[in-house]
């Protein structure tokens, strides 16, 4: 167990349609990072929140954002749903910058 | 950019065997590096680590990873394997000013008894 913990698990839905998936970070990291794996793309970084700023950004789509609030947990939102997004996504935690990067178990979407 | 390059999308290995997963890097500075392991339906374990102190870094359940600049590879080593280590393995490197990963395309082990 990492200490990382995420919700949903399993997530079904439509295409067109909205998600959020939630992160809550290892107790006392500051850092948020959410990765994409697909068959596809494979593991791919999609955006990094400091202390509730945003820090970096990979290749996150227009129709994806995320945000980190003050209790460091962070949710990424998912709308415009294509089948093509079905993934695993995964959250990642760490203390700072260079420090060890904690996952979590991933919410796996399906978009059908 | 930084990238990594991990040869063999698949290695298969008797128990008890040397177990080799190759991974090259590509940085424009010395970079951090880091090995992954991935099993079945599972997120992501860090194995061990590369940040510039000794060369042959050693991880958990007994795998070492050996830092070679001038072949620009980490390579992934364990004497000899174990049942319990067939999954995916991913190399990554991160990408200075940021720390975000850049991850191989993974090497999937099997372990045959």
């Known amino acids: 167990d990492s200490g990382v913990t995420q919700t949903p698990k399993h997530l079904i839905t439509a295409t067109g349609q909205r998600v959020t998936l939630r992160c809550s970070p290892r107790?006392?990291?500051?850092?948020v990072y959410w990765y994409q794996q697909s068959l596809d793309q494979g593991l791919q970084f999609l955006i990094q929140?400091?202390?509730?700023?945003?820090?970096a950004k990979g290749n996150i789509l227009e129709r994806f954002s995320a945000q980190q609030f003050p209790d460091l947990h962070s949710e990424l939102n998912l709308s415009s749903l294509e089948l093509g997004d079905s993934a695993l996504y995964f959250c990642?935690?760490?203390?700072?910058?260079?420090?060890?990067?904690?996952f979590g178990p991933g919410t796996r979407l399906t978009v059908l | 950019a930084q990238s990594v390059t991990q040869l063999g999308s698949h290695v298969s290995v008797s128990e008890g065997a040397l177990v080799l997963l190759r991974c090259n890097y590509s940085?424009?500075?010395?970079?951090?590096l880091f090995w992954y392991v991935q099993y079945p339906n599972q997120g992501l374990q860090l194995l061990l680590k590369?940040?510039?102190?000794?060369?042959l870094v050693k991880g958990i359940n007994g795998f070492e990873a050996e830092f070679k600049k001038s072949e620009t590879s980490f390579h992934l080593t364990k004497p000899s394997a174990h049942m319990s280590d067939a999954a995916e393995y991913f190399c990554?490197?991160?990408?200075?000013?940021?720390?975000?990963?850049?991850f191989g395309t993974g090497t999937r082990l099997q372990v045959f008894p």
């Open positions: 990642a935690s760490s203390a700072g910058l260079y420090n060890e990067q904690f």
């Open positions: 107790s006392g990291d500051l850092s």
């Open positions: 929140y400091y202390n509730g700023e945003e820090r």
């Open positions: 940085s424009s500075v010395p970079p951090y």
């Open positions: 590369y940040t510039s102190a000794a060369t």
């Open positions: 990554a490197v991160s990408d200075p000013p940021t720390d975000k990963l850049i």
